[in-house]
């Protein structure tokens, strides 16, 4: 079990920062929210950063998006992180952003309709795989400096044939009301009787992606393990957002499926809760970004993009969750610790036949 506690004080800064930096809530399931970039950020980078930016092509690829005069981001990352991302790429380069904000399957609909309508974002990140995977004739080959391996990012790992390229990762984990639970330090404490009759909350698996996280945990803890906690008589829930509001509430005492970056701004409120990540990794879903093919602002999409994965755009847009890049303050873990999800194994039919399987189980 890796200790949390000793980054807690570094995570807390981190929320406090992006939390000061934005101008209302954010809420992981709220969509269509718009923001634009109006403030500074503090600066940041590396010495491999400063490499690339001392690449030729980079003063030409400034220039070149200073002359389109602005660029857009759908994004399904956390609003005010994106906007704190958005303000500090205006104030280095002098170019206004557009944050679209939505879930992923409401962005993704939406762009579907402008690749045949015209519009559309210049860059967009998702973290639905399959709608990325399904869609690589739309995005153009990333060209900027770090993006093609001259700076920290390693773009040999991260940039996927498709010119689709991992830019973090949202992650999930167990988690407990602290005012019911002294610890938890693996996913098996789940399986106590204290949490049996309804003191456990699930996620329903209603996404393809949702089937993977229960595979993942078969596959981690045992082929059995999924069927004890059902045994368990949980409550279930659609999403990660009422889960965490469940356990802050008391209304269930501990889940496996919980989202650190709700609960680590809840914990400085003075929330009960807290959580862990298991030795044996953690799941996620992995950010996928995209520069669009018929971008307005192409020139500024590869700045954009460039920028999202330096040393200062990872603190600024990926909070409580998965960084490309190691050592960024505020990241749990990296993309390569996070769990990378077989599309093979979630076909149709294997997921609707897992579906039956889970709903035998826990209904």
Known sequence: MKSRRGTLFLLLLLVMALVAAACGGDDDDDGGETGSATSAAEDGGTEGDDAAS???????????????????????QGLDALNA????????????????????????????????TGG????????????????????????SPQLTGAGDYDAGTYVHDGNFFEVGAALLTMAWNTSEVDDLTAYEDLLDPQFAGGKLGVIEPAAPSIVD?????????????????????????????????ALISGEIFASPYAAPVQLVPAQESGAPVDFAIDERGAWGARYFGMIMNDAEHPNAAQLLADFMVTAEGQQLVVGVASSVLPDVPGALLTNEEVRQQDLDALTPEAVAAYQEKWNSLFR
């Open 120 to 143: 559309g974002p210049d860059l967009y990140v998702s973290a639905s795989q399959p709608w990325v995977e399904a869609h690589t004739d739309a995005f153009a080959e990333p060209t």
């Open 213 to 245: 996280f229960y595979l993942w945990m078969e596959e981690t803890f045992g082929e059995e393990y999924v069927e004890q906690l059902a045994a368990q008589e949980p409550r279930i829930y659609p999403s990660a957002l009422p889960i965490g509001e």
């Open 85 to 116: 991302f958005g303000e500090a790429f205006e104030e280095r380069y002098d170019v206004p952003v557009e944050v679209v904000r939505g879930i992923d399957t409401e962005l993704s609909s939406r762009v579907e309709t402008e690749l045949e």
């Open 54 to 76: 001392e690449d030729p092509a980079y003063a030409d690829l400034v220039a070149a998006a200073q002359e389109e005069g602005g660029v857009t981001i759908y994004s399904s």
